[in-house]
């Protein structure tokens, strides 16, 4: 099996992003891909909150949103259920010991190269994956948290669905066992919302309802399934 993991803060996730997934996914022949959003990279721990950030959780719906649809990625969330630094050696070596005798191939931005000696235990790390470098894209979650803030159009630095979650600020339903059903649902489906309706199948939709519901100024609350709120 060959696995591939991409990591990083993804403060929000953008077009290039999943572009880079995608390439990935096909250049590598890969039968999966972890996207692995990070609670705090060590390199920009120092830095302190860049204005405009989102959350973890939001960071984490949005991938959701991002990656909605694609069979072959899974949004894996463990680093921001541990908190704290996130160092691509422990992410890597617990998804190694979850996948024995997996290629893993690490993804990496280009501008990262040089500094990967410097990375937690790199020798380690270079014996459980190889790495695989793309440059930077156009797309930049910088931009992206400026616009917002100004209030500009952010175009197609996004996917659609991203868009539509932030300018309508949906978050998940708050009652979080509730929501890990509906997600428990829609993988057991294979992507078709738990309540069948015929007009799906999306992954982590906005469907056409929330679509519609997301436009109407006067509606608030949640979505059919019961997974996203719209306050």
């Known amino acids: 099996m060959n696995i591939g993991i991409f990591g990083g803060s993804f403060n929000p996730v953008h077009s290039g992003h999943v572009g880079i997934a995608g390439k990935a ?26 204005p405009g950030s989102f959350d973890a959780a939001t960071r984490l719906l949005l991938l959701r949103a991002a990656f909605n649809g694609n069979a072959k990625v899974t949004v894996d969330d463990r680093e921001l259920k541990k908190g704290g630094i996130s160092y691509a050696v422990d992410t890597v070596e617990e998804i190694a010991a979850e996948n024995p005798g ?13 500094g990967l000696p410097d990375w937690k235990d790199y020798s380690r790390l270079k014996e459980l994956c190889a790495f695989k470098a793309y440059p930077r894209t ?21 996917p659609e669905q991203v868009g539509l979650f932030i300018k309508h600020r949906v978050t998940e339903n708050p009652d979080a ?5 509906v997600r428990a649902g829609l993988v057991r489906k294979e992507g078709y919302c ?12 906005p469907c056409e309802e929330f679509r519609s519901q997301l436009a109407d100024d006067a509606f608030h609350g949640l979505c059919h399934c019961r997974l996203y709120l719209k306050p």
Do not use: H, W
């Open 25 to 50: 996914i096909s250049e590598l022949s890969l039968d999966k891909l972890y996207v692995v959003p990070a609670a705090m990279n060590p390199f920009k721990a120092q830095d302190g909150e860049k």
């Open 177 to 181: 066992k509730l929501a890990g059903a």
């Open 138 to 158: 156009k797309e930049s979650s910088t931009e992206i948290r400026r616009r917002i803030m100004s209030g500009e159009d952010l175009g197609e630095l996004v």
């Open 102 to 114: 997996a290629a893993i191939t690490f993804i990496v931005g280009e501008d990262s190269v040089p």
């Open 194 to 205: 738990p309540c069948r309706l015929p007009k799906l199948p999306e992954f982590f939709c």
